[in-house]
């Protein structure tokens, strides 16, 4: 029951890449699937201990980034 979202990274980015992306463009903190083995590569990892409103602008960001 951990509160954590997994997102999976545009096609063609590593979860890395994704992470810069989302920091250089969107302000947004993650978790590179990577860091959880081979078989988080594809992913990030965002947090949902925030409030409900916070979650919403983080998805709200991703959405308005264009790859």
């Not at 890449?17 to 992913?43: D, I, M, N, R």
Request: charged residues 20%; proline residues 6%.
């Amino acid at each position: 029951n951990a509160p954590y979202i997994w997102v999976e990274v545009p096609s063609g980015m590593t979860s890395w890449e994704f992470f810069h992306a989302l920091l250089e463009k969107a302000a947004l903190v993650c978790t590179p699937g990577v860091g959880f083995g081979k078989s988080g590569e594809g992913y990030v990892r965002l947090t949902a201990f925030g409030s409900p409103a916070d979650t919403e602008e983080a998805i709200q960001r991703m959405k308005s980034m264009s790859f």
